[in-house]
């Protein structure tokens, strides 16, 4: 089955720093890579999502890398802030939709 | 649109006891996956459902079981509960397989189970 493994599972930065987070699957055949942010009480929220036919993809502050051939794709924070604290989830679909193992980001004032 | 909504948002059992939590879907989806979330386990896979039909299943015990009905709602059965049980759990609902149909996968807010 899929394997997906996420890193690091901590991370904490300074307002304005940005953030990466990393993971690698296992799956050739997965094609679409989301990320969630967790938020204190509530379930996961989708925030950016990629799909196989690019490398690349921004939405304001957030954006996310993929690498086929390498089988990893990474989330990047930049000019962090606050409301950014919360626990990020990356996930790729095989037979199941899985997700790796959480990223707690802290920004500190 | 309305988004995940389950039910109810917290409850408090004793060991021994079953539960039923709730499910439903966003208007239109047709696919509800369940998942059990502990600190520092992650998003543990339990189970998925499309169509009524059970179409995947992660490695809990038996007594961890669900049922999809004819408009898309979902529900989940932990019977004989355990304290290891207390948990938080989500359910996500997609218009198809997520896991095969790349779709976007929308969470609710979670039925957050203490086991007494």
């Known amino acids: 089955g899929e394997n997906v493994e996420q890193h690091p599972s901590t991370l904490s930065v300074q307002e304005g720093d940005s953030a990466v987070i990393k993971c690698t699957y296992s799956?050739?055949?997965?094609?679409?890579f989301p990320w969630y942010k967790q938020e204190l009480g509530k379930g996961p929220q989708l925030i950016i999502d990629i799909r196989s036919n690019v490398g690349e993809k921004k939405d304001q502050r957030i954006a996310v890398t993929l690498n086929k051939t390498a089988k990893h794709f990474s989330l990047h924070i930049t000019e962090t802030q606050p409301e950014d604290s919360a626990v990020y989830f990356c996930a790729a679909p095989s037979s199941k939709l899985t997700f790796g193992t959480g990223t707690r980001l802290q920004v500190t004032l | 649109k309305a988004g995940v909504t389950q039910t109810p948002r917290y409850l408090i059992k004793t060991r021994g006891q079953q539960v039923t939590l709730s499910c439903s879907p966003i208007?239109?989806?047709?696919?509800v996956s369940w998942y059990q979330q502990t600190p520092g386990q992650g998003l543990q896979f339990l189970f998925e459902?499309?169509?009524?039909?059970?179409?995947n299943k992660g490695n809990f015990p038996g007594r961890f079981s669900g049922r999809q009905f004819s408009n898309s709602r979902s529900e989940m059965n932990v019977s004989t509960l355990e304290l290891g049980d207390s948990a938080l759990y989500l359910c996500?609902?997609?218009?198809?397989?997520?896991?095969?149909?790349?779709?976007?996968?929308?969470f609710g807010q979670g039925t957050r189970l203490t086991v007494v």
């Open positions: 996500a609902s997609s218009l198809e397989l997520p896991g095969l149909a790349n779709t976007e996968a929308f």
């Open positions: 208007s239109g989806h047709r696919s």
């Open positions: 459902y499309f169509s009524e039909t059970q179409r």
């Open positions: 799956d050739s055949a997965s094609n679409y």
